[in-house]
Each structure stands twice: as C-alpha cells, then as structure tokens.
T-cell receptor, first 113, second 114 residues
Framework: KAGVTQTPRYLIKTRGQQVTLSCSPISGHRSVSWYQQTPGQGLQFLFEYFSETQRNKGNFPGRFSGRQFSNSRSEMNVSTLELGDSALYLC????????????FGPGTRLLVL | AQSVTQPDIHITVSEGASLELRCNYS??????LFWYVQSPGQGLQLLLKYFSGDTLVQGIKGFEAEFKRSQSSFNLRKPSVHWSDAAEYFC????????????FGKGTTLSVSS
C-alpha cells in the first residue's frame, strides 16, 4: 500500500506570494492533518480535516488555510508569505476519528526569500 | 494547557549500549501517546503508541516505552543501540479523542558512537 505523498517536495517563493501544497493520504484514510516544522518552534499542528470538514485548527494566523476534497486529498494554502513561513510542512493521514494512528508523508520544504 | 517535554536535547550513546529517552506530558484526560523518529530530510516514522491497556508498549526496531501515569511520563527505551538508530526522536500526545492533532515535544537528537 502506498504511503502518504506530498507535492511538491521543494518550493522556493518570495515574500508576499502565496503557495499551495498538496497531500494524498494512504488509500482508505479519510483524515488528513497538517503540521509545520521549524528549527525554532519545532513541530506544530496546523489543522485537521475529515470527510471534507475541518475538525481541529491550531494556533496559526488566517493566512494559513486548507481544504479536503471528496477523494480525501488535501491542500493547504499560505497567502502573503513571510520569511518566517520557511519550514518543512508535513501531512499525516489516519483512517478515522477515534484512537487513530497518524502516518506522515515526507514533507514539502518551503523556502521564502 | 497540554504540553510535552523532552528534557534532553542531545544524547550520545555508544553502539551496543542501552538507551532511554525521556518524555513528560501534561494532559487532563487519559493521554494518547506516541514516539516518532525522524531521519535527516525525512518525514516522521511511528515507533510505537499507547492508547490504553498494558502500560509497557512494544514497537518497531526493538524499541519499547512505558506509560507511568503517576509520573506523567512515557520514556522510550532500547536495550542495545545500533548505529542506524542515530536520528531525532519525538514524543507526542494526541490532543483529542481521535489521538490526532498531535502536540510534539522539541525532540531529542540521538548520536551513536562506535
């Protein structure tokens, strides 16, 4: 069974631009979560989607948004990029909504110049 | 507020020696606890998890962890470390009933000396 895939793997943007990252969960998984990893703040939860609905949201500004499609694929968008948004963005998928294990993808490394 | 503390930023262990990585959590209810490992440039791989039941949990690659409610701890152990175990290790607690929306510790970097 294929794992979680994320595209693109690497991305360079400039301040003020916007970016969209994509995540395809493991087949049969309906929940997708996003995390930001930086050297300073570590791993931080962004948001979680299940059946196209946002179930949980972390403490990030409104510039960070996401959505989930009917096939469980998910995208996250960051608008008006700031230098501090440079990070590894990790996507994780799980099967459902109770006592679940999350499986992580390899991440998208975003560099904002 | 929920939190996870990994007191050791960096640990060096000789190959073949035993390992214990510490993790303390703060969570109001029965926690869902996880240990993940991350190699450079890679995503996170699940080592083991605790949801309920037996407090000693076995994982992959010979790792185990023990949940101690009285100490709010979930320490990771391995009896004999291999050079390939060098990586960064993260303890996490699930912030909801699904065990998702993970709150991570800052991580412990493990170096293995020969």
């Amino acid at each position: 069974k294929a794992g979680v895939t994320q595209t693109p793997r690497y991305l360079i943007k400039t301040r003020g631009q916007q970016v969209t990252l994509s995540c395809s969960p493991i087949s049969g998984h309906r929940s997708v979560s996003w995390y930001q990893q930086t050297p300073g703040q570590g791993l931080q939860f962004l948001f979680e989607y299940f059946s196209e609905t946002q179930r949980n949201k972390g403490n990030f500004p409104g510039r960070f948004s996401g959505r989930q499609f009917s096939n469980s694929r998910s995208e996250m968008n960051v608008s008006t990029l700031e230098l501090g948004d440079s990070a590894l963005y990790l996507c994780a998928s799980s099967r459902g909504v109770f006592e679940e294990t999350q499986y992580f993808g390899p991440g998208t490394r975003l560099l904002v110049l | 507020a929920q939190s996870v503390t990994q007191p050791d930023i960096h640990i060096t262990v000789s190959e073949g020696a035993s390992l214990e990585l510490r993790c303390n959590y703060s969570y109001g209810a029965t926690p869902y606890l996880f240990w993940y490992v991350q190699s450079p440039g890679q995503g996170l791989q699940l080592l083991l998890k605790y949801f309920s039941g037996d407090t000693l949990v076995q994982g992959i690659k010979g790792f185990e962890a023990e949940f101690k409610r009285s100490q709010s701890s979930f320490n990771l152990r391995k009896p004999s470390v291999h050079w390939s175990d060098a990586a960064e290790y993260f303890c996490a607690v699930g912030a909801n009933q699904a065990g998702t929306a993970l709150i991570f510790g800052k991580g412990t970097t493990l170096s293995v000396s020969s």
